[in-house]
Structures are given as structure tokens and as C-alpha cells.
């Protein structure tokens, strides 16, 4: 049975994607009886000419946002030659904290000063918007998180690199993975194209926090109180992106005693999550009276910063990539 | 001559604003013609991803009618309505629209007149605000 | 205008940002720049943000700016964390340091061996250490207990999430402190073992370990924090000798950032002295931190078995200034014992248990600096914010910016040292990527 050609590549953002799909092989099951790394520059020093054989790439684990013009490169070539690509990694899921940048709206502060090639080195430039991987190539699977759990990420290997073979079980990431993705852990059949690898509810679903009552009068910065460990932050004031966050992580920060502010993107259901989050913490507000609610809503800053703050490029709907023409209403109008 | 035209979508309740709307017509009141109505049972139904999409979709301007205070069919919807609006806004705000283009009114089903005003002031506005658009085509410089 | 070529070496291992380096052989000398090739737009990406969301964002940058992070915090706010707090910071930031040397040990060992070989069914070769395959699960091995104590302590390994304005987020659970006594007590073991296995087998065996010994940075000016209380920042001249001292607060009185056009991350230097990366001979204002800078401080270590190391160090390169590669990987090991020490030091029940584990801030200032040793050196923060905790500058000295211009040093040593012993283009990027590493 001839070997799947894995390949793992990281556009612009940290390492810690990579280093988890390193521990991911060394520390829960190694993936090279099924498979061969073909392009893996972190680790293994491959370079771009690797890939110009005939041979296709089974599995691209692609990390990272789209920021500069060798990053667009990287990734169009990565797509030509490879079967299924993953978008690892809230960075290249849906554009990351590199995506902050374009609620910025100030020109490219980094912008390479033109220089004389042929005595000095010049640099890519970098693109006017920082965009997830999705706003450039067709992208098959989606596991999101900052950096995505462990067990996450081996299931995605596992049923998109030895579909139907692996022996080893998580049970904790096949009982949050919808249906169609925890059965091809073991039956061999790949999920739906599109699929992200998490649960389909909110975070709230998993989240050890109890839950009671919604319904707040003051609002609190995170360093102004010391929350109750047991109990629902946003019960407490705390302003928490579970609500409208996917679940899949298991309230890891809650636990931590840190809000969630939601790595793994919107929650299945979501249309936008600035919308849902507006919705949510809306709904708690305990006043009828105009001024009261507005005091409230002046307590909360940076609403944009805090709830696209991993999802900005992909999933704000009204910052969303380019495509409509200006003149036009758009599909609707 | 090339006025630009705005493109207003109002979502109406049932019970207040829409008859208003209703009747403004009918008593063959001026109005602009650049309101699209959508007719809700309830302001406190329209979900704030209504009001982005409407946006992304490419209107100009975004306008809630609903009951006063007191007077909602549903006893407190246009409460609900009322506590998602300032959030709302200022979300709106941060992600580069304008004030102006969003509005919660409160129009009970016999200001019929007022309905009329209160729109044709909205076009006006929001023409003088221009054409909406979204950050990222604003800010993108050619080739994205 | 005489047209050099360029070539260009890329993608390089072990980078943390996307990095190539470029060199022009074609002049009267050879020039050898190290760039980064995308922004990391940290100014952008904060302003506006609530000053409290700083220490999640800012680990973007490493776990370690989590930790300096809150430091800051804790200034701004002008509160005192609770011991307890204290105490977990310390404790997670050396078990930071553990993982991180660990993780560059491992990726040296890999340039001695394909860690993704499968050896269940790849024939050995001869000659071949036969116990590299063994080491790698074993390092890995003792990375995961670094990383589950590193969870235990700052919520998550790789971004953390415990440390806040005024302490840590959460008490450590009563029944992790068996699990966290084990742990250390493995890193302990391992890094000593490890360090022999260096000392004897590798560091002397191969050629490539042999280079190690034979490229060398030039002297430079270097940063770094001292053991005492009050945490002053010390600089040393290329000799190592102390010439200035001063407090984390004025720093960026000392230090600024400058741009060159060909690479993205900005050099650190001196305010007032010589800027020029290639040519550091008189008046340079360019240092570096990290692992080789804290060794030439020549103090002697709190830890036994670390200073044990340290002193075998000395017996066997020469005494200080320390200035060669196999010195900077051999400092890994040094530190990495020492982290291990103080890990079983601070994994105390005592020292991370009490009333409460944050202090709640009654006060805002405008500005604040914080700044502590991460395991690649040290970093410094400072936050100015508005009446509202609303970040409106950021001044952030990471080591990528500290350590810009010994990467194109060293890079260029590595280059001139490779195409004297007329290597292929294949060797010459490895022997880059092996020179920058331990930086």
C-alpha cells in the first residue's frame, strides 16, 4: 500500500500549529507508517523544487493567514498540487489575530521602502488585506483553535491520511465531532468537504462553568474583578465569546479562568458573530429604561477587537473579502 | 442627472409601524421611493445579522419600526429591540458605519405622517452620507 | 553600478517567522542579509484593544510575552500580585524555558538524523548513532510532561492563559502537585542525562557537530537581567564587562528600533551609537540577548547541577566571553538543567497556594514597563493607554528585534565559513540554519 504524501506548510503567523502537528507524531501516534513527508519546511528543510515532480501531495496541513504576496504564492502552489487541504489553525481557518489588521483601516504600515535589487534583497509585498486561506483557494477541511488541540488534529489526520486504519481512539474528540465526521474516524469514508473538525453547538455546550440565570447589571473589564471559578461568566459580567463561539475545545480558557474569545470560530448556527454576541449580551441586560441599557452598552469596548478578534477576515460579514462590485446592490437589492 | 439614490431597507412590525407605512400611503402622502419595507410581526424579531446583512448586502441605510414603549403587541419585543440597538450601533460604528445609517424609531399605527417624515428624512441623510460602502473595498488598493 | 547575484536561501528550518537569507557574492565583498519576509503589524493589531487583552495577544510573539505581559499589567495598574501569583509566574516561565530549549536540542538533533523516517520500515544505515531514533522519543517524551505542567500551570501549553493584571487567573488544582512533582523530577533527570549524552557523544563526534566548534559570532555588546531583586538591566560590553545599568523603565531611554528596507522586524540598538549591521567594529550600538548573552555574565547559578554544567562549560571551551556555537548550544543545556532545578523548586504546594490569587487594581496609570528573561532572551513591554485602558501605543523589544543583527552576523559567518570549505548550496543552508538556531 503505497505511502500518502503529507505536506505541512505555515503562511504568516507563529509556529505553534506546526510544533503541534510535531507533538501530534511524537506524542499521541506517529504518522509515518502511513505516511511520507514530502514538503515540510519547518522540520525537514524541504524546499519549493520538491514539489516539482509528478506526484500529488495527499494532504496539505496549511497554517497560517495570508498576509503577503509569497504567501498567495505558497498557497496557490500548495492547492495545484495537492489532493485535500487543511486549513489548521484559526490563522489560515479564518485569517487569525494577523486579521486584526484590517479593522485597522491605516494604510500598511509596513510597506518595503523600494530598493535597488541588485545590491540589496527586496521583500514581498504585502497584500492590502490579510485574508484566511479560504479567500484564496477552494480549502477541504477546516480544524480551527489557537492552536488547535491535540486530539483535534490527530483526528483530522487520521481520517483524512488512514481513513479506516489507525488504531488509536480519542474518545473525547469523537464524542464532541458531529456524526459524519466521528464515523469516518473508523469507517474510512472522507467527511463532507467543507467539514471543520469541532462541534457543531457553541462553547457553552462544553464549558464546565454552571449555568443559571443570564441576566447582568454592571459590566466588568476582566482585570476589575476576580470572577467565581464554578459559575458562568457572562452570568457575572464577563464579557465571554462562547456564546457564539464553535465548541470543540472543551472550555479550555473558562477553565483557565480566562473568556473565551473565540478562536474556533462561529458556531454552526452563526450568521455573524459580532451579530449573535450583540444579541446575547443584549438579551441579559437587566433594565427596560433607554438610559440605562445605553450606560451598559457603553461599559463594553473594542466590540469589534473582541468578537472578530481571530475571525475578522472570514467571518465578518461586513468586512468580508472583496468580489461584489461597487455599483452594484449585491445580490439582494 | 446622476443623484446618487440610497437604498433603505425598513423592517416594519405589523401592528405599528407598518400600518403607518400603510397608511401614509394611502393618504397619498409624499414620500421617497427609496424604502424597501419588510414587513416583521414584531421589531423584536429582527436579529442584529439582519441588520448586517442588510448592510453587506448593499443598502445604504437600515431602519427599525416598532410600537412604543408600552404599546408592543408581544407585551415586551420592542424592549428587545431596544437593548440590542445601542450595542448594535456601536458595533455598527466600529466596523465603519456611519452614524445616520442605523435607526430605531418608535411609530404607532396612527402616525401615518410622522412615518412619511421620518423616512424622508432617512433618504435624505443617508444620500448626504453617500453611497455605504463596506472597509474592505474601501481600503483595498487594486489587485486583492 | 556592478550587478551582484543573489541567491537565496529558503525556506530555512526552525524559524519562527517566515525568514530567508539572501547573499550577494559577486562584489568586492560578500554581503549576507537575514530577512524576515512578512510584518508581524503588532502596532495595528493592538491599537484599540483593552490594555487586559494584551497578555492572550501578545503571546503571538511566544509564551514568555504572556508572562511580560502581565508584568507590565501589574505596573500600570500599580498592584502587587499575591505570592502565590508570583510565584506560579515564575514557575510557568521556567517551565517555559525548559520546553523551549528542549524543542531546539530536538531540533538540533534533527540535522543529524531524519526524525520522520520510519523506522519500521527503513533499513538502518551503518554508522549512524544508533541511539539518535531512541533520543527523539525520549526528548519528546519529557517536551510532553514540560508541556502538561506548562498546562497545569498557564491553562494551555502554547498560548497560555493564567497570568492577568494583578496575578494568575486560577489556584492550581490540589491534586496536580503529586503529578507536577513527578514531572520535574523527570526534567531534572533527563536534561543531566541529555547534557552527557551532548557532552560525550555528539559535541566531539560528527562533523557537523565538529563546525559547531569552529564558527563564532563577533564580539558583541549584549543585554540582559540580573539575579538581584530589583531586576535591573545590565549591558556588557564585547568583553563581557558590565558599562551601563538601568531599570526596566528606562529602557526604551537607552534602546530604540530602527528599519532597514530589506527585511520586515526591526533592528534593537543603542539610541545615540553606530548602526550599521554588517560592520560591527567601532561605536556599535547593535546587541544581542538570549542564552549565550546570560552565560557571559559569568555569575554563578543558584542550582547545583546546573552550575556543575556551567563549570563544565568553561573547563572544556575556555573561559568567558563565550563566543562560539558550540558554547551557545552547550548554555541550552545549562539552562535547560537550571529550569529543571527551579521547576522542582517551585512546584511547592506551599509557594502556589493562598487566600487569593490576584490583586484587584483600584488604579490606572498611562504608561508602564515590564520586563523579565524569556528563554530566547530578554524582552521588554511598555503600554501607553488612554483614560479607558484602551491600548495607544506599544513599544514591544521581542529578541526577533534584539537579535536581528547577529542573525545576519552569524549568518554571514556561516556562509564564509561554508564556501571556504566549498560546500553545496544544500550544505551552505544547512549550516545557516544550524548557526542561527541556538539564537
Given amino acids: 500500500m503505497p505511502k500518502k504524501k503529507l505536506a505541512v506548510y505555515t503562511a504568516t503567523g507563529c509556529r505553534a500549529c506546526e510544533n503541534s502537528i510535531l507533538d501530534v507524531h511524537f506524542q499521541v501516534s506517529p504518522v509515518t507508517p502511513w505516511a511520507e513527508v514530502s514538503f515540510w519546511p519547518y522540520l525537514a528543510g524541504s524546499q519549493w523544487q520538491d514539489l516539482d515532480g509528478d506526484d500529488q501531495i495527499d494532504l496539505c496541513l496549511f497554517a497560517g493567514a495570508i498576509r503577503t504576496a509569497d504567501d498567495r504564492k505558497a498557497a496557490l502552489r500548495l492547492r495545484e498540487k495537492t489532493r485535500l487541504i487543511v486549513a489548521v489553525g484559526a490563522c489560515s481557518a479564518f485569517g487569525g489575530m494577523p486579521g486584526l489588521v484590517n479593522l485597522g483601516g491605516v494604510a500598511n504600515d509596513a510597506d518595503p521602502v523600494a530598493t535597488d535589487e541588485s545590491t540589496q534583497p527586496g521583500l514581498p509585498r504585502t497584500e492590502p488585506r490579510v485574508s484566511a486561506l479560504s479567500d484564496i483557494i477552494d480549502v477541504d477541511y477546516v480544524v480551527p483553535g489557537c492552536p488547535p488541540p491535540k486530539n483535534l488534529l490527530w483526528s483530522a489526520i487520521q481520517a483524512l491520511l488512514c481513513p479506516g486504519e489507525c488504531t488509536s481512539r480519542i474518545s473525547y474528540a469523537a464524542s464532541r465531532l458531529p456524526d459524519p465526521i466521528s464515523q469516518s474516524l473508523t469507517s474510512g469514508i472522507l467527511p463532507p468537504r467543507g467539514s471543520t473538525f469541532a462541534g457543531d453547538k457553541a462553547v457553552c455546550a462544553s464549558c464546565s462553568r454552571v449555568k443559571e440565570e443570564k441576566k447582568f447589571r454592571s459590566v466588568f473589564r476582566p482585570y476589575a474583578i476576580d470572577p467565581d471559578p464554578g459559575r458562568c461568566l457572562l452570568e457575572q459580567g464577563v464579557l465571554c465569546q462562547g456564546v457564539a463561539t464553535r465548541e470543540g475545545c472543551g472550555g479550555l480558557c473558562t477553565a483557565a479562568g480566562a473568556p473565551c474569545r473565540g478562536c474556533f470560530g462561529k458556531a454552526q448556527a452563526v450568521f455573524d458573530p459580532g451579530a449573535k454576541m450583540v444579541s446575547a449580551i443584549s438579551s441579559t441586560f437587566d433594565s427596560t429604561k433607554a438610559a440605562e441599557i445605553e450606560a451598559m452598552s457603553r461599559e463594553f469596548v473594542d466590540l469589534a477587537g473582541t468578537f472578530y478578534r481571530y475571525t475578522m477576515p472570514a467571518q465578518c460579514v461586513l468586512l468580508a473579502g472583496p468580489a461584489k462590485d461597487e455599483n452594484n446592490a449585491g445580490d439582494v437589492l | 442627472m446622476n443623484r446618487f439614490e440610497p437604498k433603505i431597507i425598513a423592517f416594519l412590525c405589523n401592528w405599528c409601524s407598518y400600518v403607518a407605512a400603510d397608511a401614509a400611503g394611502v393618504a397619498r402622502l409624499t414620500q421617497l421611493p427609496n424604502v424597501r419595507v419588510i414587513r416583521v410581526n414584531c421589531s423584536g424579531m429582527v436579529d442584529p445579522s439582519y441588520v448586517v446583512k442588510a448592510f453587506a448586502s448593499g443598502a445604504d441605510g437600515v431602519l427599525i419600526g416598532g410600537c412604543h414603549p408600552g404599546d408592543c403587541h408581544y407585551i415586551s419585543g420592542n424592549i428587545k429591540t431596544l437593548r440590542r440597538s445601542f450595542l448594535l450601533k456601536s458595533l455598527l460604528k466600529e466596523l465603519g458605519v456611519e452614524d445616520g445609517r442605523f435607526r430605531l424609531e418608535w411609530i404607532a399605527a396612527s402616525e401615518g405622517p410622522r412615518y412619511a417624515r421620518v423616512m424622508n428624512e432617512m433618504v435624505e441623510e443617508v444620500r448626504n452620507l453617500g453611497p455605504y460602502v463596506p472597509p474592505s473595498r474601501r481600503s483595498a488598493k487594486g489587485a486583492a | ?439
Avoid at chain 3, 38 to 56: M, Q, S
Avoid at chain 3, 143 to 156: C, F, H, P
Avoid at chain 3, 336 to 341: H, V, Y
Wanted: charged share 25%; hydrophobic share 40%.
Fill in chain 3, 1 to 439: 553600478m556592478r550587478i551582484m547575484q543573489a541567491t537565496f536561501f529558503e525556506p530555512l528550518r526552525w524559524q519562527e517567522q517566515s525568514a530567508r537569507v539572501a547573499v550577494y557574492n559577486g562584489g568586492e565583498e560578500l554581503k549576507v542579509y537575514y530577512q524576515i519576509t512578512a510584518p508581524r503589524d503588532l502596532g495595528v493589531i493592538c491599537h484599540g484593544r483593552p490594555v487586559e487583552e494584551l497578555p492572550r495577544i501578545l503571546s503571538l510573539l511566544g509564551p514568555a510575552h504572556h508572562i511580560a505581559s502581565a508584568v507590565a499589567l501589574d505596573r500600570l495598574f500599580n498592584v502587587e500580585p499575591p505570592p502565590l501569583a508570583v510565584n506560579m509566574r515564575h514557575a510557568l516561565l521556567q517551565t517555559l524555558v525548559f520546553s523551549h530549549h528542549l524543542r531546539k536540542l530536538f531540533f538540533f538533533l534533527t540535522s543529524l538524523e531524519d526524525p520522520l523516517a520510519d523506522r519500521h520500515s527503513a533499513p538502518r544505515t551503518l554508522g549512524q548513532p544508533p541511539f539518535l531514533h531512541h533520543l527523539f522519543d525520549e526528548v519528546m517524551q519529557c517536551l510532553s510532561l514540560a508541556q502538561e505542567a506548562a498546562t497545569i500551570l498557564g491553562g494551555r501549553p502554547e498560548h497560555p492563559l493564567t497570568a492577568v493584571a494583578g496575578g494568575v487567573g486560577r489556584y492550581v488544582k490540589p491534586q496536580s502537585y503529586v503529578r507536577l512533582a513527578e514531572i520535574s523530577d523527570t526534567c531534572v533527570i533527563f536534561a543531566i542525562k541529555l547534557a552527557e549524552i551532548f557532552g560525550r557523544n555528539l559535541l566531539g563526534a560528527s562533523e557537523a557537530v565538529e563546525r559547531l566548534k569552529e564558527v563564532s559570532l563577533e564580539p558583541m555588546l549584549s543585554l540582559s537581567m540580573t539575579h538581584d531583586a530589583d531586576g535591573s538591566v545590565v549591558l556588557r560590553d564585547q568583553t563581557s564587562k558590565e558599562i551601563d545599568r538601568f531599570t526596566p523603565d528606562n529602557v526604551f531611554d537607552k534602546v530604540e528600533l530602527f528599519h532597514e528596507p530589506w527585511t520586515y522586524e526591526p533592528f534593537a540598538c543603542l539610541k545615540g551609537k553606530g548602526r550599521n549591521v554588517f560592520d560591527g567594529n567601532g561605536g556599535d550600538g547593535l546587541y544581542f540577548v538570549g542564552p549565550l548573552a546570560r552565560l557571559n555574565r559569568g555569575l554563578e547559578l543558584s542550582t547545583p547541577r546546573a552550575e556543575q554544567e556551567r563549570q563544565h562549560l568553561f573547563e572544556s571551551l575556555g573561559p568567558a566571553p563565550q563566543v562560539t556555537l558550540a558554547a551557545a548550544y552547550r548554555t541550552l543545556l545549562v539552562e535547560l538543567i537550571q529550569a529543571a532545578e527551579q521547576m522542582t523548586e517551585l512546584y511547592d504546594q506551599e509557594k502556589l497556594t493562598g487566600p487569593t490569587t490576584r490583586t484587584i487594581p483600584k488604579e490606572m496609570g498611562q504608561q508602564a514597563t515590564g520586563a523579565i528573561e524569556s528563554p530566547q532572551g530578554l524582552i521588554v513591554h511598555r503600554y501607553r493607554v488612554d483614560d479607558r485602558g484602551m491600548v495607544q501605543e506599544l513599544d514591544i523589544l521581542d529578541t526577533a528585534a534584539q537579535n536581528n543583527a547577529l542573525r545576519c552576523r552569524i549568518a554571514r559567518r556561516a556562509v564564509e565559513e561554508s564556501m571556504t570549505r566549498n560546500k553545496s548550496q544544500e550544505e551552505i543552508r544547512k549550516n545557516i540554519e544550524a548557526s542561527l538556531l541556538p539564537f
